[in-house]
């Protein structure tokens, strides 16, 4: 079995900054990309960030230049730290990431999600 764990959201104001963390565990052969993508009430799940395994990164238009995400192979976890957020950055934030695991047969490799955080932005 394999989970992600997300932490970090809250209540936060217009121009403040908040930081999300997601770990990894379980089964684990490899992490491969892991990313964030959000989901506001209303409207479609959208990438805001992906991290290759080799650290190139793509960012969402609408996050550039105050987003930044990162990961920490050693242990397993990603990152996404926000900065000057904005009301319309509010949505539950979900963890992805493609991974492989081991399993009695051998390995096999899959798409896994995180429960989601609650990131509201509001004076």
């Known amino acids: 079995q394999v989970q992600l764990v997300e932490s970090g959201g809250g209540l936060v104001q217009p121009g403040g900054s908040l930081r999300l963390s997601c770990a990894a565990s379980g089964s684990i052969f490899r992490i491969n990309a892991m990313g964030w993508y959000r989901q506001a009430p209303g409207s479609l799940r959208e990438l805001v960030a992906i991290i290759t395994s080799g650290g190139s990164t793509n960012y969402a238009d609408s996050v550039k230049g105050r987003f930044t995400i990162s990961r920490d192979h050693a242990v397993g976890t990603v990152d996404l730290q926000m900065n000057s957020l904005k009301p319309e950055d509010t949505a539950v934030y979900y963890c992805?990431?493609?991974?492989?695991?081991?399993?009695?047969?051998?390995?096999?490799?899959?798409?896994?999600w995180g429960q989601g955080t609650q990131v509201t932005v509001s004076a």
């Open positions: 992805n990431s493609d991974i492989t695991r081991y399993y009695s047969g051998g390995v096999s490799r899959s798409d896994y």
